[in-house]
């Protein structure tokens, strides 16, 4: 036994939680200060609009509010419009889906409601299987509503705080930044208590049942991490299309045909690009990290269930993984301070350390927190048992297993970092690449978005050896829980991103200011980086939340070692070795087709509409939403479909030899697709935002916006826009997903699977 008793940390993990939320209200109540109205054109600055500058000639303080609240209140509607559609046919999808569980699981003994023998506590009786089909299905429906309302809160979130932003910029850099940060913790720190809370009230109400039965529950709880998931890859591929259509779309015809501004009111696509920035990069990417979020956790939580811990009913040593992200809210909480009241920006130049600070300042509290926990939570030691055999742990090395995920983290969020930003050379040889034209720029772009993988395969690589070697599958679970400790951060930074690109964008559409865009433009390539960074860590830890669901679905498949060198397994992991190729496929190629519409639609319009590129007509938004909406709807379906039935046909038809063999196979293959995917379009994006900066000699060298380097880099960022936003992001929730569905369906797939080879 730990040092803290079951009633203490019955107390502290909700009230971690509850400090959260608490926590992110009062962020909020902070934004909402700012207002977004007519008659509040000063926000309390009055005399000084523009830091120490003089008022902006020629322009009306309350037009530009009323302009930026009509702005706001369009990308708000069309935003929240497109989730409640999608919502609507993800309701169905999770119904069926439900039911799909229940009956697979239920069936494994023939719908029995009669107790069975154990499979780890020999000689004790568990709940039926029928049982456990329905606690698995209700931990589904559990995790796929907070999936949703973690996106959707999101949503919510950025498009109430971009156009805040915005104004903020008139009075300082410092001002706009600490409005968009502090949006960005709003989620974070929503979705970081949010996930804890219902996991912590789910296990709570399912030991009312349970009881003792440790092993039947915390095997159903697995239910909410596929719910997560499930939710979190349509979320990601569907918003991925939509913003992606309307952004290729925007910057084709915009800036390289009719070289007029990015977000320009003139382009019928801006407000679509706009939406998509929130249904994408924030309703998806909110819901994918949740499922990260929840998978480490089921993983961990499964595996210590069946280990001494869960024998002894141990509950302070078990709910480890729920006091370590509790450790993690308040952790969050102190760094986020660092942010918003201890430093003030006050250059742009700042903007990015100040970012790059609270990942390092969250690492480095972590670690001690991690060290209190581990050594107050766990027994001196405990026992493993790994794959048949019993290993011996001792607290500290799960001290060690902890740390090094969330170090391994760090190491890939500054990686990441280096290749993504517009500071250091990699990028900048890609946007030196633009003065021989847009081709050379693309094998830039790739060059550097394989030769990114190399650091972060190896920090993944060592986190793995040591954690395995130190703690078995538990300890690479909890690697991962490590690297996602930190996660309201995390979230933090990475919201950061699309609220201050909307910023920018509804300062170009309100007409203000070249000052004011310059300002927002910081921000926004900041926030670029830290979007690749936030997709880093997500990535990185798919990687370890897999390998822990992989070993959690070997240990309940009952299979004892996973030979490559048997036909079963090889052909299993040759064929998931493909599968990320084949999903990316899918995306891009519903990316080009929606982006082909709307291209057309927006030269159409350009063409039909008299006055339009004078500014005396308005453009047809409407039109381009409705092409993204409709695109993203009905394209999201076929990949979504691609990784939800793979597991669910190879452990049937095949067994779980096989199953197990993909599970490999689109691991090692997908994380390093999903690495070059997103770093190279991060790399193109930000080669663009380098030349139109114009901030060294170099940059001006290749600019102005309109020169020959700068249509060849808008080139780039076009293609990089679906590997970035939609195909790279999504792949890493395709590995864990398998990998967890694989888990919920291994009683059946033991039971029942591999029907072709028993029949041929």
Known sequence: M?????????????????????????QWFLVSKVRVSTGSADNGYKDRLIEEDEPEEGIDADEVVAKCAEI??????????????????????????????????????????????????????????????????????????????????????????????????????????????????????????????????????????????????????????????SMALFGRVGGGIYTKAADVGADLVGKVERNIPEDDPRNPAVIADNVGDNVGDIAGMGSDLFGSYAESSCAALFVASISSIGISH???????????????????????????????IKNVTEIE????????????????????????????????????????????????????????????????????????????????????????????????????VIIPIFAIAVAI???????????????????????????????????????????????MSHKIRERTDALDAAGNTTAAIGKGFAIGSAALVSLALFGAFVSRAEITVVDVLTPKVFIGLIVGAMLPYWFSAMTMKSVGSAALKMVEE????????????????????ATCVKISTDASLKEMIPPGALVMLTPLIAGTFFGVETLAGVLAGSLVSGVQVAISASNTGGAWDNAKKYIEAGATEHARMLGPKGSDAHIAAVIGDTVGDPLKDT??????????????????????FAAHGGLLFKWF
């Open 602 to 621: 927006v030269r159409r319009q350009f063409n039909d509409i008299p006055g339009l590129m004078e500014g005396t007509a308005k453009p047809d938004y």
């Open 72 to 229: 706001q209140n369009a990308i708000s509607v069309g935003a929240t419009s497109f989730l409640f559609t999608q919502y609507k046919y993800l309701g169905i999808f999770t119904v069926l889906f439900g039911a799909i569980i229940f009956l697979f699981l239920g069936s494994v003994n023939g719908f029995s409601t009669k107790s069975e023998p154990c499979t780890y506590y020999k000689g004790n009786l568990c709940k039926p299987a029928l049982a456990n089909a329905l606690f698995t299905t209700v931990a589904f429906l559990l995790g796929a509503v907070t999936s949703v309302l973690s996106g959707f809160l999101g949503m919510k979130i950025a498009t109430y705080a971009n156009a805040r932003t915005t104004l903020e910029a008139r009075a300082g850099v410092g001002k706009a930044f600490k409005i968009a940060f502090r949006s960005g913790a709003v989620m974070g720190f929503l979705l970081a208590a949010n996930g804890l809370l219902v996991l912590y009230v789910s296990i709570n109400l399912f030991k009312l049942y349970y009881g003792d039965d440790w092993e039947g529950l915390y095997e159903s709880i697995t239910g909410y991490g596929l719910g997560g998931s």
């Open 353 to 452: 350390p100040s970012l790059k600070r609270q990942l390092l300042i969250s690492t480095v509290l972590m670690t001690a927190g991690i060290g209190m926990v581990s050594f107050f939570a766990l027994p001196s030691e405990f026992t493993l048992y790994d794959f048949g055999t019993e290993k011996v742990v001792k607290n500290w090395h799960l001290f060690f297993c902890v740390s090094i995920g969330l170090w391994a983290g760090l190491v890939i969020g500054y990686i990441t970092e280096y290749y993504t930003s517009n500071a250091y050379s990699p990028v900048q040889d890609v946007a030196d690449s633009c003065r021989t034209g847009a081709a050379t720029n693309v094998i830039f772009g790739l060059a550097l978005g394989y030769k990114s």
């Open 465 to 511: 050896y040591v954690s395995f070697s130190l703690a078995a599958m538990y300890g690479i679970a909890v690697a991962a829980l490590g690297m996602l400790s930190t996660i309201a951060t995390g979230l933090a930074i990475d919201a950061y991103g699309p609220i201050s690109d909307n910023a920018g964008g509804i300062a170009e559409m309100a007409g």
């Open 727 to 748: 195909s790279g992001p999504s792949l890493n929730i395709l590995i864990k997903l398998m990998a967890v569905e694989s888990l919920v369906f291994a009683p059946f």
């Open 314 to 344: 141990d509950y302070t040593a078990m709910s480890y993984p729920l006091i370590i992200s509790s450790m993690g809210i308040v952790v969050c909480l102190i760094t986020t301070l660092f942010a918003t009241d201890f430093v003030e």
């Open 2 to 26: 730990g040092l803290i008793g079951e009633t203490l940390t019955q107390i502290l993990i909700p009230v971690a939680a509850l400090v959260g939320i608490g926590f992110a209200l009062v």
